[in-house]
């Protein structure tokens, strides 16, 4: 038994977070569409660093690009749009096997937008024209800018990927945006079957955070405490979701045919080597969820993945959890605004290096 495919059986979906042109051309992505049940793909500007960097499978469009007179932000979106139109095409099955519920592939606006509401729209309305596949979907952060963004872009019928989110504060905004979006797209005459979203919730980051705050606190009971209110803070957020959208609010759009805006679980690698490195796969397993896993621990929950309905496990338990972490004078909504500045921060310091790694590749071979 896979515990990759079997995952399908629980109603969760897991996603690719990665991207790489070699993985595209030779077979590793389709051996994990067929053989895994992998049905979607995520990617970062971070990842793009990597994958342009570490190989030659960029140089040769590298080169035409520069001979076109293309700068190096013009060039790397011809190499991020190859690479994505490329892996849409892979998941094209998955896409109209699942009835469009899965096979999306997902590309970042620029992180320096992440506070520019107007510049945010006109780009992900650019980079989805662009791709022009039915199965992209165009990543934009959950910040106070994001969120009116992300109402439009879903009102124009428009896949978002809504990202760095951390908190119930968050969700709330995010769920309300797209639910107000779709409306919206509904009473203009569009078909809410062909609008589809996530809400991509991170987990490890919060951990790391919060464990650092319970060290400090030189309470000595918070060792119990230690690696758990990630997994808590999604759970409960789960239940949210679960109201939202199979609640009155939702049920005339889907009576229409609209889909839930899943949740997406994110920043799904343990960071602590003393946690299990499969934790944020095996607590976090549920219904109507995707997990967007990166390669090693796609390799390790193959290998040792638990597989159980354990979104709905121990939910009193994440309740208490998050009360002793308040009782601790640990103010959980602060840690994740911080959390999600600091995410703001690093994808825009990742865009930058990747736009010097490509400028050091240019002036290699050009």
């Not at 030779?26 to 190989?55: C, Q, V, W, Y």
């Not at 009193?316 to 959980?332: K, T």
Request: aromatic letters at 8%; hydrophobic letters at 40%.
């Amino acid at each position: 038994m896979n515990p990759l495919v079997e995952l399908h059986a629980y109603g969760q979906s897991f996603w690719y977070d990665n991207i790489r042109r070699a993985y595209l051309n030779d077979g590793t992505i389709r051996r994990l569409i067929d053989d895994d049940g992998l049905r979607g793909m995520t990617s970062n500007p971070s990842i793009f660093e990597k994958a342009i960097g570490m190989g030659d499978e960029y140089d040769q469009q590298i080169k035409q690009a520069s001979s076109e007179g293309m700068d190096v932000i013009a060039t790397y979106e011809a190499l991020a749009l190859t690479d994505i139109q490329a892996a849409c095409d892979l998941f094209s099955d998955v896409y109209s096997s699942s009835n469009r519920k899965d096979g999306f592939v997902s590309l970042e606006v620029s992180p320096h937008l992440s506070h520019d509401q107007e510049g945010t729209i006109a780009e992900a309305r650019r980079l989805y024209s662009s791709v022009s596949r039915p199965n992209v979907m165009i990543k934009v952060p959950a910040t106070p800018a994001g969120i009116p963004a992300i109402e439009q872009l879903i009102a124009e019928g428009i896949n978002i990927n809504v990202t760095l989110m951390f908190s119930m504060a968050h969700y709330e905004s995010v769920s309300n945006a797209y639910i107000n979006g779709l409306t919206r797209w509904v009473d203009g005459g569009g078909n809410p079957s062909h609008v589809s979203s996530v809400a991509s919730f991170f987990i490890s980051r919060v951990d790391t955070a919060v464990d650092k705050a319970l060290s400090d606190s030189g309470d000595p009971t918070t060792d119990l405490l230690m690696g758990k209110t990630a997994v808590a803070n999604s759970k409960i957020v789960y239940q949210r979701f679960k109201e939202l959208f199979h609640g009155d609010r939702f049920a005339e759009l889907r009576s229409a045919g609209a889909e839930v805006q899943r949740l997406l679980w994110a920043s799904t690698s343990t960071k602590n080597p003393r946690y299990p490195d499969t934790i944020y796969v095996d607590e976090l397993i549920g219904p109507e969820t995707v997990n967007t896993m990166p390669p090693q621990t796609i390799e390790a929950f193959r290998d040792h993945g638990r597989l159980a309905n354990t979104l709905e496990q121990g939910l009193d338990q994440s309740f208490r959890l998050i009360e002793q972490i308040a009782q601790l004078d640990i103010n959980l909504d602060q840690i994740t605004e911080q959390l999600q500045e600091n995410g703001v921060q690093a994808f825009a310091d990742s865009y930058d290096n990747l736009l010097s790694t490509l400028r050091s590749k240019i002036a290699i071979l050009v």
